[in-house]
């Protein structure tokens, strides 16, 4: 990207401007809180940055931007209101459907047979020629091994289900590889990281590169990893998919956006799953 260093320049007063707020105030950064889930599975939050990135040395998880109060629910199976729909996950899991007569556990075991793959998403299927998420496997195995219906992409079972396949890879480092086939991909979701949209002609890069740390309105600004994800919301009392939240960031800048499941969103997901290799995964994790 030829232009980023341009932008990253006058990032910081565009986005003030943009935005109509007096001049960003200094943030105050990540905290300096250490992450670890049921007093069992550590969680890495600060790691060098991956050779790829040019502009950030270090990166962190969004766990440490959130409150002590939002940061604690995490911290234990039991107070992670997401927990409740890794639960419901295991019983689709075990529930045979579709003219198969198939359960997940038919051919999969248990849960835990998937435990490493949620470091490696998305990830090229040599299949079907293309990079696949979680969301599509998942439906390829609905549709073509059990005969059933496939799930929407922001669907609650298919939200449930993604929670559940994260959950299993807790505590292991994020690994998404960008060479090879994937690369053309990585490449076209580098593009549209670094893209400005909207009337207020932001890109993903000058809110979550030049300002993390920073307040937006009352918003503590991480570096939009996704290391956690699916998350719980608490605005939203739910889990929420990657997708929604990309989807959401760009109407933040009045801008049309991708669908949800989109070819550019899976371009997009790659990269950004790219900028956190070196954190742990952690989702289902709980953000406000
Ligand atoms: C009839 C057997 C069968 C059923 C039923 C089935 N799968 Fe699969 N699944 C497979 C096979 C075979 C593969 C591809 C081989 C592999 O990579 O393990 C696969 C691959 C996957 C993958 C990608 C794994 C990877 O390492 O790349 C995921 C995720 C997955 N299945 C989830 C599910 C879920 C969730 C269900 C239930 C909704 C399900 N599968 C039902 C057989 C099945
Ligand atoms: C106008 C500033 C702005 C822009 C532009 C923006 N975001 Fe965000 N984003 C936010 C705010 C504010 C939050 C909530 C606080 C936080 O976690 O950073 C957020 C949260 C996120 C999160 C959740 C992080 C977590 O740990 O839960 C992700 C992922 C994310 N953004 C990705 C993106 C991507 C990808 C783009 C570009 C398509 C983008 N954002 C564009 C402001 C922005």
């Known amino acids: 990207m030829t232009t980023t260093k341009a932008f990253k320049l006058v990032s910081g007063i565009a986005l003030t401007a943009a935005l109509g707020m007096s001049p ?6 990540p905290d300096e809180d250490q992450l670890v889930i049921n007093e069992d599975i550590e969680i890495v939050t600060e790691a060098a ?7 950030v040395d270090t990166i962190y998880s969004g766990w440490r931007f959130r409150e002590d109060d939002t940061q604690v ?11 409740i729909y890794v639960d419901k996950a295991i019983d689709a ?20 047979s998937l435990r490493g793959l949620r470091a490696e998403l998305p990830k090229w299927n040599a299949d079907k020629g293309e990079v696949y998420t979680a969301e599509m ?15 929407g992409w922001n669907g609650q079972d298919m939200r449930n289900m993604t929670a559940l396949i994260s959950s299993v890879s807790r505590g292991l480092p994020v690994n998404v590889a960008i ?20 009337q207020l002609e932001l890109s993903c890069a000058n809110c979550h590169e030049d300002n993390y740390g920073n307040m937006i309105r009352a918003d ?22 990657m997708h929604n939240r990309f989807r959401g960031c760009i109407r933040d800048t009045r801008a049309e956006t991708f669908s949800v499941g989109s070819p550019e969103f899976v371009a997009l997901e790659l990269y950004v799953a790219s900028r956190g290799n070196g954190l742990s995964v952690e989702g289902p994790s709980v953000r406000n």
């Open 220 to 241: 503590h600004l991480s570096q939009g990893q996704i290391n956690g994800f699916p998350t719980y919301r608490l605005k939203d009392a739910n889990i929420v998919s």
């Open 179 to 198: 060479d090879g086939p994937a690369q053309e991909t990585w490449e076209k979701g580098k593009e549209i990281y670094y893209t400005r949209f909207g």
């Open 49 to 55: 940055a991956p050779a790829h990135m040019e502009y």
């Open 73 to 83: 629910m995490q911290m234990d199976d039991f107070d992670n209101p997401a927990m």
């Open 137 to 151: 496997y998942v439906n390829d195995c609905r549709t073509e091994r059990m005969g059933a219906e496939a799930w």
């Open 93 to 112: 899991w075990n529930t045979v459907e579709g003219a198969e007569e198939k359960s997940c556990a038919s051919c999969h075991g248990d849960p835990e």
């Open 24 to 29: 960003a105030l200094a943030g105050p950064g």
